[in-house]
T-cell receptor, first 112, second 116 residues
């Protein structure tokens, strides 16, 4: 079955460390997205990519980086520059045509 | 920039009754798409219903229907015959176009509790 896989489900990071969240899809979707979810804040867009080797900053890109070397993969790195990284991170993909997104199951990142 | 507003942070409904969740949005576009997503305690985001702005007919999916008022920029979700499994957070979302630069803008969500 096609879908989006995010890993790991839970991730703990020490202060000053970079961590990378994985997102893989086998839906053959062109576009992929990373959102951050905090209580009372809804979902806020971090980065998105419409095609391989190209990506754009979203509303809260500071302290994050991404790559899109393959159509299927869109990893997110949370750098030490991100001041408050503890949050729930959702990856999504979409095809063109206004059909909305298919979401992964999310990664809960906690700074310890 | 588009904005999506969900003004009610929480709602509660008795099982088998009907509940309506409100959403308003702001845009200068004429053609766009609106969505309601459900996030149960598992935190998996699930698409509930989709509306194309150029279609006057309100979308329906089984017990879920919308009241789309384009002039008022309002997009409410009605859940009929509420079930315990409807307990979740519900997000209203807006997509400005269907092309290469499309992306969703979400409201802050509403927590719905269905009481037995």
């Amino acid at each position: 079955d096609g879908g989006i896989t995010q890993s790991p489900k839970y991730l703990f990071r020490k202060e000053g460390q970079n961590v990378t969240l994985s997102c893989e899809q086998n839906l053959n979707h062109d576009a992929m997205y990373w959102y951050r979810q905090d209580p009372g804040q809804g979902l806020r867009l971090i980065y998105y990519s419409q095609i391989v080797n190209d990506f754009q900053k979203g509303d809260i890109a500071e302290g994050y980086s991404v790559s899109r070397e393959k159509k299927e993969s869109f990893p997110l790195t949370v750098t030490s520059a991100q001041k408050n990284p503890t949050a729930f991170y959702l990856c999504a993909s979409s095809k063109t045509g206004g059909y909305g997104y298919t979401f992964g199951s999310g990664t809960r990142l906690t700074v310890v | 920039a588009q904005t999506v507003t969900q003004s009610q942070p929480e709602m509660s409904v008795q099982e088998a009754e009907t509940v309506t969740l409100s959403c308003t949005y702001d845009t200068s576009e004429n053609n766009y798409y609106l969505f309601w997503y459900k996030q149960p305690p598992s935190r998996q985001m699930i698409l509930v219903i989709r509306q194309e702005a150029y279609k006057q007919q309100n979308a329906t999916e089984n017990r879920f229907s919308v009241n789309f008022q384009k002039a008022a920029k309002s997009f409410s979700l009605k859940i009929s015959d509420s079930q315990l499994g409807d307990t979740a957070m519900y997000f209203c979302a807006f997509m400005n176009d269907a092309g290469a630069n499309s992306k969703l803008t979400f409201g802050k969500g509403i927590t719905l509790s269905v009481r037995p």
